[in-house]
């Protein structure tokens, strides 16, 4: 998939959170842990961007702040024209009907005494999109879409598998009919076979209703089969996105190449080199100076100049950003990330 | 019909039948109940497998197929109201463990068998520093005195990896990370010098790159030591990198067991080829997974003949009928599926 020129579905420029780190009997503001600092990215419509990285690097943070289901502390959010930062109340309800998320945990996510029926009605009814027998007749139709029998509507969520329940959970978010869905670690929980089922589910419903997702996920593998961007987030931060070929292909960031190595592969034969990273990352609310990565960064050139310049996500080659000092640019950068 | 090996021929009340060629570890016809409001819960179901010293054997399969149970049920470890069934053997370095009384098993737990669980933070006592609870283990078991047993704690955890060790002896659980406190689990479990560790999902609740960490800790105490290693998990690249020996299970059965290269060669049960073919890789960018249709069946109600049946691509009339028994197709491997003597039924599979 390549980036279209027009104006992208979702368009995030230098989303920052921020969570105040409060001590004392006052509870004095004395410092804060930035989760997300200085993000931005596109999403065209019928996209995958992939957000991929370790707990902690702040992926969760990013996908819930897009959907204001925190607040961001700074940064622009706009879908579809729209400056998702500026709306209030009711203006903001009738965008989340367009803006819907997919749980990792489908346990947590439903209501333990709400049939499946009734959670994916909710939606139908709270946004005024149909009532009574025609909302009835919708959910049949949502559990058949996502695979279920709509006799299954009137069970509670401790009657399904796992695998059923992140159906249901789908099946939830699209009620609304929305046309951008943050699916966060979604397959996560799920065994390998149902995992598969998940993940085929999800590329069908994009194709026939158009989707566009940013999917949260750590493993690598799975992203290499939904996305068609990856962008990698380490301590807050992009560090680098590229198409999903390319990312996978001829990583650059020091950081991507050691995750990507990490990866077991499931073939004994497979003869590989493993990067293994020194440490582990540091706390996000005592990023290192510079470059965040720095500290572990295995990149030959390394240097000083590393720990106190922070470096910019700059397009290094069409298509592919890289926040690395020590990678140099080969073209002169046209797009937006 | 079977073809499993006799496992040690000892008369359990002799243990010392066993002989210096047998296997370290010999489980036969391991059966674990849970009585539950459902009925019976089969988990593990009649498993055999053996282990050489210095082996690493991987057993893999999905949640609920007994993994977890029958390594547990190694140590005698399974919590009421788990049971395990009478006819069941695990002979460990001469020993019949079924037999051996509480004391006796002490002494075998945590020095000559030992267990790394899958999330430290449950498995570590969160009042004691993990110096404290290193020193506990040697001096349980040996001699040592409290300055001796700190001493050799302090030294483990330089073993496995960890920074200022002296400082690091007197911190409590939750100062520390994740990845380091499955470093101090490690190092609980090896400090004696266990014959056997038994590894359960050890590195599953860690990210990708302290995942790598933790591994070569592992494979590099190993070869250090010429410990045999029992590891449980889920996950199909870990097992290519760390296992010589692969027990697939399902439904509380084994129903492939192969070395390591001729299990991802030529798998030879449709569940196996099923989760190979299920798993998403990183060297295969794109296009549709092949999923296995369906769940796992509950515990309280296996399927009759082959369990898997329900979920297989290749089932027939036998396969509702008659239970398979786990058959050769290859050096060291087996496998419990009709198909191995009547490939015909194969069909062909469209991804």
Redesign the interface.
Same mark, same amino acid.
């Given at each position: 998939m390549t980036i279209p020129a027009a104006a992208p579905l979702l368009s995030v420029r230098g989303l920052t959170k921020h969570f105040p780190i409060r001590t004392g009997l006052l509870q004095r503001r004395t410092g804060a842990v930035k989760a997300v600092d200085g993000v931005s990215f596109d999403i065209a419509s019928g996209e995958t961007l992939a957000l991929v990285g370790?707990?902690g690097c702040g992926k969760t943070t990013t996908g819930r702040a897009v959907l204001r289901l925190i607040e961001p502390t700074a940064g622009d959010i706009h879908f579809d024209g729209i400056d998702v930062r500026a709306l209030r109340g009711e203006a903001l309800r009738t965008l989340r009907r367009r803006m819907q998320i997919v749980f990792q945990d489908p346990w947590g996510s439903l209501n333990p005494r709400m049939t499946a029926g009734a959670a994916i009605k909710e939606g139908l009814i709270v946004h005024n999109l149909a009532h009574g027998a025609e909302a009835d007749r919708r959910v049949a139709t949502l559990l058949d879409e996502v695979g279920l029998q709509a006799s299954y509507a009137g069970r509670y969520p401790h009657e399904f #598998? $796992? $695998? *059923?329940r992140q159906r249901i959970g789908i099946a939830r978010a699209l009620a609304v009919q929305p046309s951008f869905l943050v699916c966060d670690e979604p397959v996560s929980a799920l065994? /390998? #076979?149902? *995992? =598969? *089922?998940v /993940?085929?589910l999800l *590329?069908d419903l994009q194709r026939e209703r158009g989707l566009a997702y940013l999917f949260i996920a750590?493993?690598? @593998? /799975?992203v @290499?089969?939904m996305a068609d961007r990856v962008a990698v987030m380490y301590l807050g931060h992009i560090v680098e996105l590229a198409p999903?070929?390319t990312l996978?292909a001829t990583p650059r960031m020091p950081y991507t190449k =050691?995750?990507? #190595?990490?990866? &077991?592969? &499931?073939? &004994?034969? @497979?003869n590989r080199q493993?990067v293994?990273?020194p440490g582990?990352p540091p706390s996000p609310a005592n990023p290192p100076s510079g470059c965040v990565f720095h500290p572990r960064c295995l990149h030959p050139a390394k240097d000083s100049d590393c720990a106190r310049i922070v470096p910019l996500l700059e397009e290094k080659t069409p298509g592919h950003f890289v926040a690395c000092l020590k990678e140099s640019m080969t073209h002169h950068p046209t797009s937006s990330p | 019909m079977t073809v499993s090996r006799p496992l040690v021929k000892t008369d359990p009340a002799a243990p010392n039948g066993w002989a210096p060629n047998d296997p370290l570890l010999a489980v036969q016809s391991l059966r674990v109940t849970f009585d539950t409001t459902r009925g019976l819960a089969r988990a593990v179901d009649g498993v055999s497998f053996t282990i050489a010293a210095g082996e690493t054997v991987c057993v893999v399969g999905e949640s609920g197929c007994g993994k977890s149970v029958a390594a547990l049920s190694l140590l005698r470890l399974i919590p009421a109201p788990g049971r395990i069934e009478s006819g069941s053997e695990i002979h460990f370095d001469g020993m019949n463990l079924l037999t051996l009384n509480e004391e006796a098993l002490r002494s075998v737990r945590g020095r000559r068998m030992s267990m790394i669980f899958q999330e430290p933070m449950t498995a570590l006592n969160p009042v004691l520093t993990v110096g404290e609870q290193i020193a506990e283990v040697v001096r349980v078991h040996t001699k040592a005195s409290r300055r001796e047993a700190w001493a050799q704690a302090v030294s483990m955890l330089r073993e496995v990896g960890i920074a200022d060790p002296d400082v690091r002896a007197t911190e409590y659980p939750h100062q520390l990370s994740g990845g380091m406190r499955q470093r101090v689990m490690i190092a609980m479990a090896l400090v004696l010098e266990p014959r056997l560790v038994i590894a359960d999902e050890p590195t599953t609740a860690l990210d990708v790159t302290i995942q790598a960490q933790i591994l070569e800790l592992l494979r590099a105490q190993r070869d250090r030591t010429g410990l045999a290693l029992l590891l449980i998990t889920h996950d199909l690249g870990v097992v290519a990198e760390m296992a010589s020996r692969v027990l697939v299970m399902y439904a509380g059965q084994i129903v492939e067991e192969a070395p390591v290269g001729a299990l991802f060669a030529t798998a030879t049960h449709p569940y196996t080829e099923g989760l190979l073919a299920a798993v998403p890789r990183l060297d295969q960018i794109g296009g549709r997974l092949r999923t296995i249709p369906g769940t796992v069946p509950a515990a309280t109600d296996w399927p009759t003949g082959c369990r898997f049946r329900a979920r297989c691509p290749h089932a027939f009339a036998r396969c509702e009928t008659d239970a398979p028994e786990l058959v050769q197709v290859g050096p060291s491997h087996r496998a419990r599926c009709h198909l191995v003597q009547e490939p015909s039924h194969r069909k062909a599979i469209t991804p």
């Open positions: 370790e707990s #598998s $796992g $695998g *059923q065994d /390998v #076979s149902v *995992q =598969a *089922q /993940v085929n *590329q750590h493993d690598l @593998a /799975v @290499a089969h999903r070929a996978f =050691a995750l990507l #190595s990490s990866v &077991p592969v &499931p073939d &004994p034969t @497979a493993r293994l990273l582990e | -």
